[in-house]
């Protein structure tokens, strides 16, 4: 039987793209049984419903304040019982409550080498630091920014000339490569989080 993954976007949505392409084969073990927004009308959402996925979206601004925010978020992943919650591009940090419920098996993918470039504008920072080789990483969210316990990385070299643009482009395609790749040995393999070190079986 298929794991379920419930995703968790804001944007554009490629890398749900990806999830949802490799979960049509059966032999890739897992599933997007639903997709939640941060916002109301993302693109990502609109390839979830073109993909026949059910979807929420839950506006910050819609709620009292961010527990009350964090509990729906809670409660609305929990409705589609998943294996793994999976955060692609999902500009929101998850609170007390949903880290109690879904610690240990929430994975986000953050355009950097973690943990250098934490937060919103790692292929920015990157550049602007100068680096020569960035990337993406796959990683288990904790209460902290970006400081969970890493599951893959993918190394991407900057070029000359490279703009934040033309840089995110690339670190995303590396990205949703790593991401389909490891979310599917996570859920198909189990593993272990030892502290810092994830041990995929
Ligand atoms: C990804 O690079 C993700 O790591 C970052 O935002 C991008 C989302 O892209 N946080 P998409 O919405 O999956 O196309």
Redesign the pocket.
């Known amino acids: 039987m298929s794991a379920r993954l419930v995703v968790l976007?804001?944007?554009?949505?490629?890398?749900?793209?990806?999830l949802l392409d490799a979960g049509a084969d059966p032999a890739y073990g897992a599933q997007v049984v639903a997709v939640g927004a941060d916002r109301i009308g993302?693109?990502?959402v609109a390839r979830a419903s073109a993909a026949g996925v059910p979807t929420f979206e839950l506006p910050i601004s819609a709620y009292a304040d961010r527990d009350a925010w964090d509990q729906s978020l809670c409660d609305q992943v929990a409705a589609h019982e998943p294996d793994l919650v999976v955060?692609?591009?999902?500009?929101k940090l998850a609170g007390q409550a949903f880290l109690s419920r879904f610690g240990g098996r929430y994975v986000?993918?953050?355009?950097a080498l973690l943990p250098a470039f934490p937060g919103?504008h790692?292929?920015q920072d990157a550049l602007d630091h100068g680096v020569k080789v960035t990337g993406?990483t796959l990683f288990f969210v904790d209460a902290g920014v970006d400081s969970g316990p890493i599951v893959a990385q993918v190394a991407v070299g900057v070029e000359d000339g490279d703009t934040t643009e033309t840089l995110?482009g690339r670190?995303?395609s590396a990205?949703?490569v790593m991401l389909v790749e490891w979310v599917g040995r996570l859920v198909r393999n189990g593993y272990l989080i030892e502290g810092r070190k994830v041990t995929v079986l």
């Open positions: 976007v804001s944007g554009a949505g490629t890398n749900l793209q990806a993302s693109a990502a955060s692609a591009g999902f500009m986000n993918t953050h355009p919103m790692a292929p993406a995110h670190i995303k990205e949703r």
